[in-house]
Structures are given as C-alpha cells and as structure tokens.
C-alpha cells in the first residue's frame, strides 16, 4: 500500500502562488517610487560619466559609467520584475514568474563583464604610458558621483524593508558610492603629484572589482536555472533529521532546488512501517513539514510511502 501526502501548508500555498516576499496593497507603491527615482538618478549620471570620461580622459570615469550603465539596467529590470511579481502563477508559469529575476541577473552579469573586458584592455596600454587626466574635472565628477549615488541610496532606503530587490540595489549603490570615493581620493593624489598612472590604475582596479561580482552573480544565476542544490542548505543534514522523526525508517529521492536563489524548493519520499496508522502517518507528515520550514524549505512536497511499497525512485 502507498500512502502519498502532497501537502506544502497554508503558509506555503500562499508562497507559491505570488512568492514568499509578495507585495499587495499600499506596500508596492513607494517600492516602486522609490525604484523609479534612483533609476532616474543613476541614468542621468551615467549619461554625465560618459560625458565627463570623454573630455576629462580619464578611463577610471569611464570605467565606473560602464558600472552605472549595468546598474541602471539592474534597476530597470528590478522595476519590471516588481510588477510582473504580482500576477503570480498560471497554467504556462506553474511556480509563478520569480525567475525572471533571475534571467534579469544574468543578463546584466554579461553586460557587466563584456563592458569590464573592454576596460581592462584600454587601461593596461594606459598604465604603461599614461596620458595627461584633466584632474579638475575628475575631481567633479567625483564629487558629484558621491552626491548622486548617496542621494539614490538614502532614497532607496525609505520602506527598503518591503523589497529585497530594493535592498540589493541599495547595497549596490553604496558600493558605487565607496568607489567614487576611491576616484576622488585618486584624483586629489594626482592633483598634487602629476601621477596619471594613478588613472589605468583605479579603472583597473574597478573592472576587476566588477568583474569578479559580475562572474560570481553570473555563476549563480546559471547554478539557479541548471537547477543546483542551494548551498545554504545541507541535504545529509534534511536527511538524517527527517530520519529522527518517530517512525521513519527511511527517506529516499530528495530533490532539492531553488526558483530563484531564495524561494526553495524540495521533494521526498519518507518510508514508515507497513503497520503504521493514518495517526501517525499524520505525525509524521507534520513533523517532517515543521522541519522542512525550519531550513527554510518554502515549497515542501513530501509523499509517505510504507515499508510495505516497492518505490521505483528509491534510489534515485
């Protein structure tokens, strides 16, 4: 006899259907306010760094427009993704529409690292024969980078409990902001000495920082979508505590993966004694559910088996 128990909990059933972090009612407005003006701040400097890199001939500017540029893209997708959120899952999108977050991330990784590419081969022929930087104007733009990326932030900061989106461009933001302090630290150094070998050097060090995010956010999207095991979790660990449970003699096929790198997913077999009864299947059912939610499992399926049944997947 096979005794199956599909049940992921009322709290889980309302996770997958519009995600665990859902947006409703007044909630979603000021995320999208706020989202609207820092994407609004964050393209209109980079169409200023883009400018000002040009005329001050500075690669370290154009390095960090390059950064913008894919921020500006991050935040405009983010927007995108806030609202598509809402509409949840349907007959085509049947875990909703979460991992487009996703393919979002990864797009903007490749555009970050094509762009820290072209960088890093423009800058190396500079730091070994460096050209004349207008430092005045580098400076400004420093300062003003500081301004605009400090003002996105504290904008985003406003209701930034609501959205993890939001909270992940916020952080990002202050990382840009830490940059153009670097840059501005850079440019009082070749104010006063003439060294514009300082230039190459900090566009070098901002494509390889970009780079080395850019490639691990790449990574992940990609474990995400080849559907990898979260490393956060530990399937040896889920194992043997769903086998503590009174009752279980064994726990079998467990597929663990995540939609979208913070909503989980899991599937298993959990094997009682053929003698057992609908109570303590029931038990047991529960307790492998309370279990699950505690390793931050959103979307459990578990279906009890007894020892009596012959599971083709019991090796899988």
């Not at 390889?208 to 559907?227: D, K, V, Y």
Request: charged letters at 15%.
């Amino acid at each position: 006899m096979e005794l199956k128990e599909h049940h992921h909990g009322d709290n889980n059933h309302k996770g997958c259907s519009h995600g665990e972090h859902q947006h409703s009612g007044p909630h979603i407005h000021p995320v999208v306010k706020n989202m609207k003006i820092a994407l609004f701040l964050n393209v209109f400097f980079t169409i200023i760094e883009f400018i000002g890199g040009f005329l001050t001939n500075s690669v370290a500017i154009t390095s960090d427009a390059i950064h913008d540029l894919g921020d500006s893209l991050t935040i405009a997708m983010a927007l995108i993704l806030e609202k598509k959120s809402e509409k949840g899952r349907n007959s085509s999108y049947t875990y909703g529409t979460r991992r487009y977050s996703t393919l979002a991330a990864l797009i903007t990784s490749l555009i970050l690292v094509a762009g820290s590419i072209v960088i890093i081969f423009q800058a190396i022929p500079r730091f070994f024969h460096p050209e004349e930087v207008h430092v005045n104007g580098v400076l400004w733009l420093a300062v003003l980078g500081l301004l605009f990326n400090g003002a996105a932030v504290i904008r985003l900061k406003k209701d930034s409990n609501n959205s993890l989106n939001q909270k992940a461009i916020m952080l990002h933001l202050m990382e840009d902001a830490l940059g153009w302090l670097a840059v501005l630290v850079g440019g009082i150094i070749m104010y006063f000495t003439r060294w514009f070998w300082i230039d190459p050097l900090l566009s070098l060090g901002i494509a390889a920082f970009i780079l080395f995010n850019a490639i691990r956010n790449a990574t992940s999207s990609i474990s995400i979508f080849l559907q990898a095991k979260p490393k956060t979790l530990d399937e040896n660990k889920i194992r043997s505590t769903l086998l503590s449970i009174a009752d279980v003699t064994d726990v079998h096929d467990i597929h663990i993966w995540s939609v979208d790198g913070e909503y989980n997913v899991l599937t298993s077999h959990i094997v009682v004694l053929s003698s057992s009864s609908s109570t303590v299947i029931n038990n047991v059912r529960r307790d492998a559910l309370e279990i699950l939610q505690k390793f931050h499992i959103q979307h459990p399926t578990v279906q009890i088996e007894t020892s009596a049944d012959s599971c083709p997947l019991k090796n899988c």
